[in-house]
């Protein structure tokens, strides 16, 4: 019992580091079109956006989805990023994560 309870201690110690590393891993997204740029950490907060475009003459629809589609390859690169962490922690895929 006490080895369990042990290995569960070391597990959250772990687990605790991999959340530090999450919120200090930063890294950039770039809309497919090269409008926006997000840089967000690991723990799925956005730190800055960059507008690379002249607002006045872009269209909306095509702003708003540059900005759909940076954020959504942020999420999935901290996802991706989450999932690859926790595999170094556990030694396997966790459902959900990959």
Wanted: charged share 30%; net charge positive; aromatic share 6%.
């Amino acid at each position: 019992m006490f080895d369990k309870m042990k290995q569960l201690m070391e597990m959250q110690k772990k687990m605790q580091l991999v959340k530090r590393e999450l919120e200090s891993a930063t890294f950039d997204s770039l809309s497919s079109d090269g409008l926006i740029k997000i840089t967000m950490n690991g723990a799925q907060e956005v730190k800055e956006v960059s507008i690379q475009a002249d607002l006045r003459t872009t269209d909306k629809t095509v702003f708003e989805k540059s900005v759909k589609d940076a954020y959504n390859k942020a999420i999935k690169r901290s996802h991706d990023l989450a999932a690859e962490k926790m595999r170094n922690v556990t030694g396997f895929n966790l459902p959900g994560l990959t």
